[in-house]
Nanobody, 115 residues
Framework: QVQLVESGGGLAQAGGSLTLSCTPS????????MAWYRQAPGKQRELVAT???????NSSDSVKGRFTISRDLAKNTVTLQMDDLKPEDTAVYYC?????????WGQGIRVTVSS
């Protein structure tokens, strides 16, 4: 069973930056689409960014131009660089790996942005 280990996150001021990392327990980055989701209090979980098995990144309109998803195959890590943070970015962020009908979730990591 593949596990996703998330790190980073924490507290930042508006306009600041944070970096989230996700490291799978197995080398799956070439076989699974990787993604970051987030869930704010009282809201549904939403997709933030994805990176395909071929390395193509995409991000949602709400974070486009501020968040960047990338991967390092040598380190077996997916990173979400979050810049120009806003209070509305406050949420629990989840790393996700998807392949066909298989979804794997990390435990979630909290990001809090103060105004």
């Amino acid at each position: 069973q593949v596990q996703l280990v998330e790190s980073g996150g924490g507290l930042a001021q508006a306009g600041g930056s944070l970096t989230l990392s996700c490291t799978p327990s197995q080398n799956i980055l070439l076989n699974y689409m990787m993604a970051w989701y987030r869930q704010a209090p009282g809201k549904q979980r939403e997709l933030v960014a994805t990176i395909s098995t071929g390395g193509t990144p995409n991000s949602s309109d709400s974070v486009k131009g501020r968040f960047t998803i990338s991967r390092d195959l040598a380190k077996n890590t997916v990173t979400l660089q979050m810049d120009d943070l806003k209070p509305e970015d406050t949420a629990v962020y989840y790393c996700n790996a998807q392949r066909m009908e298989t979804f794997i979730w990390g435990q979630g990591i909290r990001v809090t942005v103060s105004s």
